[in-house]
Each structure stands twice: as structure tokens, then as C-alpha cells.
């Protein structure tokens, strides 16, 4: 059974820095697409960053120039590194991974980490 254990949240203040890490556990051939979700009370989750390697790494607009993602393969970990936070960071973190294991391949969630950030 595959499992996503992510770790790092918490509360900050604007401008502080967080980083959070996830790591997949479990049966595992195969690791693909890598990327932390965010949701925000009263909204759609949304995508913050993705990586397939480090010539393939996607951002939102929002969190450019301030978040960076990278991953060590031999880990199977994922970490988002956010700098200058903003208020507007303030959302639920989730993990997501695209996962080969011997029975089937799919994708594959965290339970969530809280980040919190004050004014």
C-alpha cells in the first residue's frame, strides 16, 4: 500500500519562510509527476507546483519568483521551499504523486498539511 506523508506546516508570519516535505512509501516501481495542491477555505483546490524532473517544473503565477519545488528520486520525496509569504498563502497543502506499483498506477494524495500565515 502507497502512502503519501507529508510534514512541515505551521504558522508564519508574512514575509517568513516554510518548507515542506512529502515522501511516498510502499510498494513503489515508479515515481512520475510530483507537485504540491493547495485549498483555501471556500475555494477549489488549485495547483502550486509541479515537477517531472528538473527541466520539467511548473508554478503558478501567484507563487513565481517566491516558491521553489524540487524532489530527490532516491527518497521518493518531494519538498516546496516558499519564501516571503503572504496571507494569501494560507490554504491546506496537499501532496500528489503519480505512482507505478505492482498493481496498478494512479495517482496518489496526502492527507494534508495546515499552512498558516498572519499579518
Known amino acids: 500500500q502507497v502512502q503519501l506523508v507529508e510534514s512541515g506546516g505551521g504558522l508564519v508570519q508574512a514575509g517568513g519562510s516554510l518548507r515542506l516535505s512529502c515522501t511516498a512509501s510502499?510498494?513503489?516501481?515508479?515515481?512520475?509527476?510530483m507537485g504540491w495542491y493547495r485549498q483555501a477555505p471556500g475555494e477549489t483546490r488549485e495547483l502550486v507546483a509541479d515537477?517531472?524532473?528538473?527541466?520539467?517544473?511548473n508554478y503558478a503565477d501567484s507563487v513565481k519568483g517566491r516558491f521553489t519545488i524540487s524532489r530527490d528520486n532516491a527518497k521518493n520525496t518531494v519538498y516546496l521551499q516558499m519564501n516571503s509569504l503572504k496571507p494569501e498563502d494560507t490554504a491546506v497543502y496537499y501532496c500528489?504523486?503519480?505512482?507505478?506499483?505492482?498493481?496498478?498506477?494512479?495517482?496518489?494524495w496526502g492527507q494534508g498539511t495546515q499552512v498558516t500565515v498572519s499579518s
Open positions: 500528489h504523486a503519480m505512482i507505478w506499483t505492482n498493481i496498478r498506477s494512479g495517482d496518489y
Open positions: 515537477i517531472i524532473n528538473y527541466a520539467n517544473v
Open positions: 510502499g510498494t513503489i516501481f515508479s515515481v512520475g509527476r
